[in-house]
């Protein structure tokens, strides 16, 4: 009988996690690892390449062993990562060139706004907007920097790519470069009509297209297994994924008008459109969704860069908790008269503002305020901002969001996701797999390999919990509402202002 078992693995912004999937979609066993932010200097964000794949080599056997089943019993792996990402590596020795710059890095603000001038065309183009956030930015930073090192990337000695490209070359052993439609959209050098690689955008952004990876569906045949200390030769890699659209497709959002919000280090809400894509007038942006085959399919997306990171600052910076989950009864304690409000820019500003060079306000302190009421504040700045990303989508697809799917870290907070329906004024439903993104990588890569035939084959697998239904009245809501777009609108002013 042929192998059901698929290897999931999903490296993330400050963890690495490799799950067990069987033909019923069900976890068998996870293991995860954390590793190293650096922060070299104010708004850089980078990994290390090394200890990215050092914690894949980590995490796969162990979560195989709790599984009880043996690596030749796999019948795939399927990749999702943290997008926007990037780092350069040389071809002949498989050694990283240089650090992995994170998409939470701001380094090349100044950049974007000396070029703001052609954001409208980018837009056009790659659905994207002029940020820092993006990969070609960075790239182009990477080899602005160093003239050596753009010496060889015009030669073709150096490769280029997201973690899902860096992962791919070590797991075959350096003989697939290659990256998925999902992960190359979020780069600004993808086409976003043709799914190509766009030879006016790489000029642009002074990248040349000998160093980018092949670009291949999300469902399809990216290599096999090279020999490695913790996976036999052979096993094939058929399905990769960016992070958001593999959680995306984890929740069974395969159809136009599904959606969903992840919650992360960032929040990220998605909306599939099905085969077009919606050029938002609210600032949102457009993404090529997990695609199954060669036909497109499209996103709208809002991110936002600071959700899960809100919670880490309670914990690591301020160290008012001992772990996150310690927040959601942090925050059940706090004083409902205290004004306290955290607008959580700590990186900038994402959608729909999209202000880099915006750091972390708190309004409202009193001497009165408690560990409890920043716990809250912290709490609520992450559920106000996911606020303004639906209500932009809602806007862009003239179709109101009826009820929003959540995953993520912060999905198990109760305190979290009451007030996120209370200030939505919509149900949340939660999703009951709680490792949703690695669920999608294994899914598609399921398909690819016939665990499951097609994608109604999947809709039966996924399961509903009970959603979360609002409880805040509306006056309170559209006072609370208010509050919160003053407080960002002085941020953004205050920011723009500076000279920083």
């Known amino acids: 009988m042929p192998s059901s078992y698929i290897l999931a693995i999903d490296q993330g912004t400050t963890s690495t996690r490799a799950a067990i999937f069987d033909e019923r979609g069900q976890s068998l066993a996870s293991a995860a690892l954390e590793f190293r932010q650096h922060y070299p200097q104010s708004g850089w964000v980078e990994h290390d390449p090394l200890e990215i794949w050092r914690t ?77 956030y993006f990969s070609a930015t960075k790239i182009r930073w990477l080899l602005e920097k160093d003239a050596t090192l753009k010496a060889r990337a015009e030669t073709g000695h150096l490769a280029v790519g997201t973690i899902d490209s860096w992962l791919l070359w070590n797991l075959t052993g350096g003989k697939v470069h290659a990256t998925d439609t999902s992960n190359a959209s979020r780069t600004l050098l993808l086409n976003l ?50 992070d958001q659209q593999a959680a995306l497709f984890g929740q069974g959002g395969f159809r136009a008008g599904e959606a969903k919000c992840t919650y992360g ?9 099905g085969t077009k894509p919606i050029h938002s007038k ?16 499209y996103v709208l997306e809002g991110s936002v860069f600071i959700a899960g990171a809100a919670v880490q600052w309670l914990r690591d910076g301020l160290h008012l908790i001992a772990q996150s989950s310690d927040s959601e009864a942090l925050a ?26 915006a750091r972390g306000v708190l309004f409202g302190l009193t001497r009165n305020t408690s560990p409890a009421d920043l716990a809250r504040a912290a709490l609520e700045g992450v559920a106000l901002q996911v606020v303004d990303l639906i209500d932009a989508a809602d806007r862009d697809t003239q179709t109101p969001l009826q009820t929003l799917r959540v995953d993520g870290g912060m999905a198990r907070n109760g305190w979290f996701l009451q007030r996120q329906a209370d200030l939505l004024g919509l149900p949340v439903l939660p999703a009951l797999e ?43 809501r559209r006072k609370q509402l208010a509050q919160w777009r003053r407080a960002v609108q002085a941020v953004i002013a205050f920011y723009r202002e500076r000279d920083i």
């Open 56 to 132: 894949v080599a980590d995490v796969v056997p162990r979560a195989l062993a709790q599984a009880k089943i043996a690596p030749a019993d796999l019948a795939a792996i399927g990749l999702t990562n943290q997008r926007e990402t990037i780092l350069l590596w040389d071809r002949a020795t498989g050694q990283p060139v240089t650090p992995a710059i994170v998409w939470q890095d701001r380094r090349t603000a100044a950049f974007c706004r000396d070029r703001h001038a052609d954001e409208p065309w980018l837009f056009e183009r790659t659905g994207l907007v002029l940020d820092p």
């Open 193 to 242: 009509h043709t799914t190509r690689w766009d030879r006016e955008l790489c000029g642009f952004f002074g990248v040349p297209e000998a160093i980018l990876p092949r670009v291949q569906p999300s469902v399809s045949k990216f290599g096999v297994t090279a020999a490695l200390p913790f996976l036999p030769a052979g096993i094939p890699i058929t399905g990769i994924a960016g």
């Open 265 to 273: 280090t960032g929040a990220f809400f998605l909306s599939h459109t």
């Open 282 to 297: 609210h600032r949102l942006l457009s993404s090529l969704a997990a695609m199954t085959d060669e036909t497109p399919q």
């Open 332 to 357: 059940a304690q706090s004083a409902p008269e205290e004004p306290i409000l955290l607008v959580p820019g700590f990186v900038g500003l994402g959608a729909p503002h999209w202000v880099p060079e």
């Open 434 to 476: 709680s490792e949703t993104t690695a669920l999608g990588a294994a899914l598609l890569a399921g398909l690819q390999v016939g665990v499951w035939p097609d994608l109604e084959s999947l809709r039966k697998l996924m399961q509903s919990s009970q959603p979360i239904a609002p409880k805040m009245d509306t006056e309170r």
